[in-house]
């Protein structure tokens, strides 16, 4: 499968300048994602699964090593063209202000382009994709529900046309049967269009329906990954089987 993004030897590290001490958040990082392939990147809280993600599209810099896009360093292009191409979607939602179509439409005013109307084919096959119902496309975005605004959010994320698509819980607002439906949309997304989807969720049920390959990064080092469905049913290092062990039972 084709490559679209690898990270090699990637090391950040952070300084408190209170304190004089400097913490190292990622250690030694290497990873190759594909063209098409849904990832799930799983861990405990604290373990550098934001930071990554974040470094990914050039919101922080690695401390050293490098991150390829095409085979290209992400560090010799614009990074605001990078964020088109390889989206991150944050767990919050921000609405702008104005309707649903207001925040959608910014994803092609943000472009150069001509902001389309609310009959537009990608405007409803992006709502359709993320389970936004139609009707909602009038209404003001902020009074929005918290599960309603995610699906906006991600929505908008579509519409930009990505390459690469990084959701950071991105369904964690939402109920059972919607985060579903949406992620059983995404996974399809991958396999007819080659999109690239990097998830970071606690849903490992939900992952391990979903994911081809799995990533569990704990103290800033990738310590196992691997294919569905064994990278969940079985985990090798001592670390991941006692963070498995204390997630809910698959199904729950």
């Given at each position: 499968?084709m490559?679209?993004?690898?990270?090699?030897g990637?090391?950040?590290s952070?300084?408190?300048?209170?304190?004089g001490?400097t913490k190292?958040i990622?250690k030694?990082?290497?990873?190759?994602?594909?063209?098409g392939?849904?990832?799930?990147?799983?861990?405990p809280s604290?373990?550098?699964k934001t930071t990554?993600?974040?470094?990914f599209?050039?919101?922080?810099?690695?401390?050293?090593?490098?991150?390829?896009?095409?085979?290209q360093?992400?560090?010799?292009?614009?990074?605001?063209?990078?964020r088109?191409?390889v989206?991150l979607?944050?767990?919050?939602?921000?609405?702008?202000?104005?309707t649903?179509?207001?925040?959608?439409?910014?994803s092609?005013?943000?472009?150069g382009e001509?902001p389309?109307?609310?009959?537009?084919r990608?405007i409803?096959?992006a709502?359709?994709?993320?389970?936004?119902?139609a009707?909602?496309?009038?209404e003001e975005a902020?009074?929005?529900?918290?599960?309603?605004?995610?699906?906006?959010?991600?929505?908008?994320?579509l519409l930009?046309r990505p390459?690469?698509l990084?959701?950071d819980?991105?369904?964690?607002?939402l109920?059972?049967p919607?985060?579903e439906?949406?992620?059983?949309n995404?996974?399809n997304?991958c396999r007819?269009e080659?999109l690239?989807i990097?998830?970071?969720?606690?849903d490992?049920p939900l992952?391990?329906?979903?994911a081809?390959?799995?990533l569990?990064?704990?103290?800033?080092k990738i310590?196992?990954?691997?294919?569905?469905?064994?990278?969940f049913r079985k985990p090798e290092?001592?670390?991941?089987?006692?963070?498995m062990?204390e997630?809910p039972?698959?199904g729950?």
């Open positions: 499968m490559e679209v993004l690898r990270a090699e990637i090391f950040k952070r300084t408190d300048s209170r304190k001490l190292e990622l030694g990082i290497d990873l190759s994602l594909g063209k392939e849904l990832w799930a990147l799983i861990g604290g373990g550098g990554l993600i974040r470094l599209n050039r919101l922080e810099e690695p401390s050293a090593g490098r991150i390829l896009f095409h085979g360093d992400i560090r010799d292009g614009n990074p605001l063209e990078l088109r191409r989206m979607i944050q767990q919050k939602a921000f609405m702008f202000s104005g649903v179509l207001d925040n959608l439409q910014r092609f005013v943000l472009g001509a389309p109307p609310a009959d537009d990608r409803r096959r709502v359709d994709l993320c389970c936004l119902p009707n909602l496309i009038g902020r009074a929005l529900s918290a599960g309603q605004q995610q699906r906006v959010h991600l929505a908008r994320g930009c390459e690469i990084i959701l819980e991105g369904t964690s607002a109920d059972r919607t985060a439906e949406l992620i059983s995404f996974r997304l007819e080659g690239t990097l998830m970071v969720s606690h490992l992952m391990e329906r979903a081809d390959k799995g569990y990064l704990e103290g800033g310590l196992e990954q691997g294919a569905a469905p064994d990278f290092s001592p670390q991941m089987i006692r963070f062990a997630m039972a698959r729950e």
